[in-house]
């Protein structure tokens, strides 16, 4: 049975009816937030089914899991993951202060994390929220504006990068990096006077980093699952020095300036993480501040990628195609955003 | 797991939610009304792991869920005689267009016509579904599709030639 229509013949009346319906609805697109409304439904449906499931098993459980999903910010709400934010978000912080998910769609907020004060990078693995303080650590938030230390990550010290996949945290200091995952926290050292500049996780385990070497320059260096010492990637292929990182399904992306200097263009190459070559280059997206520190570059699982210039915006690559993402409401507030 | 569904899900948004929403336009005529027949008709496909699974079932489910929203909520209508949002104005201004008009009198015949012929006319002739398929859709049989579709175009030819 074929689902579409064979070409066949039409009476005339057949052929103006045809036109008529489609004219009749031509230009009728979903709403703004269809998606948005979507998604929630669909995660309010789900905690109600969890909760019909539990109820024949024992109403006792029922009863307690119902006074914990309507009683917000419980104080026994000691498990910060997963949160559900759903995978056509981004994080970013709200010009409230608040980390918040958002839809890329439509810029409504879809959870909200609460304010983690000052921090210094942010990274999501799915449904799950990890945030490195100013004042040191990684916490993992959780949806009722918990905050749980993350196990094997000292907690007085300063984070510089953080990146989060297949259940795994990379935990970037400027000597060295922690991998974190059920089986405990794993060490990689580098050599006196490199320092890591950003960090990236594949799902399966692979890093990528920015270093800068003793004498200024920049370049690329990837560890294998496994493996505790990094490996050099050619520099050719990122001319300007590679400013940051993020792990596709076809390669690792690498963000950089385009003028080499102080420039407010950049470009996405992807290379090649054995080879170092180049597999695709040249989307351009113009940030409109200078090239710096608080750049940040992310992807999903769609290959889809969000550049992210804190207050400056935030910039959603779909293949060729660059488009500006929207801030909630409150506005995006200083502190870089992530898919 | 539950990530993959709901990926599976934004997935099917993007490819079929726009022409699910002028269906539903199109068998309830209102806009909001239309809405929420295919907003239903997603969460309601998501209750079936299995279902998101196969994109085909999926798909079918979503139409035929879209169809039996739409039909409850004329059945309602009936009840209530509440009409409200319509898809077009009943009475155009006089400065509207010719082609506006004839938008209006194809809706009015459309929305007089009886149910299952206009679910038959709007699945073959906006949807371009085989005459098969539909039937699956409306769970008839292929003869009970094309005997719809002759009656209804036959009415809306006589209800359009009444107005125009």
Redesign the interface.
């Known amino acids: 049975m074929t689902e579409r229509n064979a070409a066949s013949e039409e009476s005339s009346d057949e052929r103006l009816l045809r036109a008529g319906l489609h004219s009749l609805v031509e230009g009728v697109e979903p709403e703004r937030n269809a998606l948005a409304r979507l998604l929630a439904r669909r995660r309010r449906r789900t905690v109600l089914r969890s909760v019909f499931v539990g109820s024949g098993v024992a109403v006792a459980t029922t009863v307690v899991l119902l006074f914990a999903l309507v009683v917000p910010n419980g104080p026994w709400s000691t498990d910060p993951v997963p949160v559900g934010i759903g995978p056509d978000s981004y994080l970013v912080r709200s010009g409230g202060g608040s980390l918040v998910a958002v839809s890329l769609e439509s810029g409504d907020v879809i959870r909200e994390f609460g304010d983690p004060g000052d921090l210094v990078a942010v990274a999501r693995d799915r449904d799950r929220v990890y945030v490195a303080p100013a004042s040191g650590g990684v916490v993992a938030m959780g949806s009722r504006r918990t905050e749980e230390p993350l196990e094997g990550v000292p907690e007085g010290e300063v984070v510089t990068a953080l990146a989060a996949a297949g259940e795994r945290v990379a935990v970037a200091y400027e000597d060295r990096v922690l991998v974190v995952s059920d089986g405990g926290a794993r060490r990689i050292g580098f050599e006196p006077g490199l320092v890591v500049r950003d960090v990236a996780v594949e799902s399966g385990g692979r890093l990528a980093l920015v270093v800068q070497d003793r004498d200024g320059s920049v370049g690329l260096r990837t560890v294998a699952p496994g493996e505790d010492g990094p490996r050099r990637l050619g520099r050719s292929v990122v001319s300007c020095g590679p400013a940051r990182v993020a792990w596709t399904s076809t390669g690792l992306a690498v963000l950089r300036s385009v003028s080499c200097g102080e420039g407010e263009s950049v470009r996405i190459t992807t290379v090649d993480p054995r080879e170092g070559t180049r597999l695709a280059g040249g989307v351009r997206v113009e940030v409109g501040a200078p090239v710096g520190r608080p750049l940040r570059l992310s992807a999903d699982a769609a290959d889809r990628m969000l550049v992210s210039a804190g207050r400056n915006g935030n910039w959603l690559v779909e293949g060729g195609t660059v488009r500006s993402v929207p801030c909630p409401d409150s506005g995006c507030s200083a502190g870089t955003a992530v898919m | 797991m539950?990530?993959e569904l709901?990926?599976e899900?934004?997935a099917l948004?993007h490819e079929h939610?726009?022409q699910l929403?002028?269906m539903a336009?199109?068998l309830v005529d209102d806009?909001s009304a239309a809405?929420d027949v295919v907003?239903d008709a997603?969460?309601r496909v998501?209750?079936s792991r299995a279902r998101l699974r196969d994109r085909d079932k999926a798909l079918a489910f979503l139409r035929r869920a879209v169809l039996n929203r739409a039909r409850s909520l004329l059945r309602r209508r009936q009840v209530s005689k509440r009409y409200q949002h319509r898809?077009v104005q009943r009475e155009p201004a006089p400065d509207e267009s010719v082609?506006r008009v004839?938008?209006t009198v194809?809706?009015e015949a459309?929305a007089r016509l009886p149910r299952r012929q206009r679910e038959a006319?709007?699945l073959?002739?906006?949807a371009?579904?085989?005459?098969?398929?539909a039937a699956?859709i409306m769970r008839v049989t292929p003869g009970a599709v094309k005997a719809y579709c002759s009656r209804g175009?036959?009415r809306?030819?006589s209800l359009l030639r009444e107005r125009v």
Not at chain 2, 128 to 133: K, Q
């Open positions: 539950d990530d709901t990926t899900l934004v948004y939610y726009r929403l002028r336009l199109l806009r809405e907003q997603f969460v998501f209750d898809l082609q004839d938008r194809l809706a459309l006319v709007v073959r002739y906006y371009d579904f085989s005459e098969a398929y699956e175009v036959a809306l030819s």
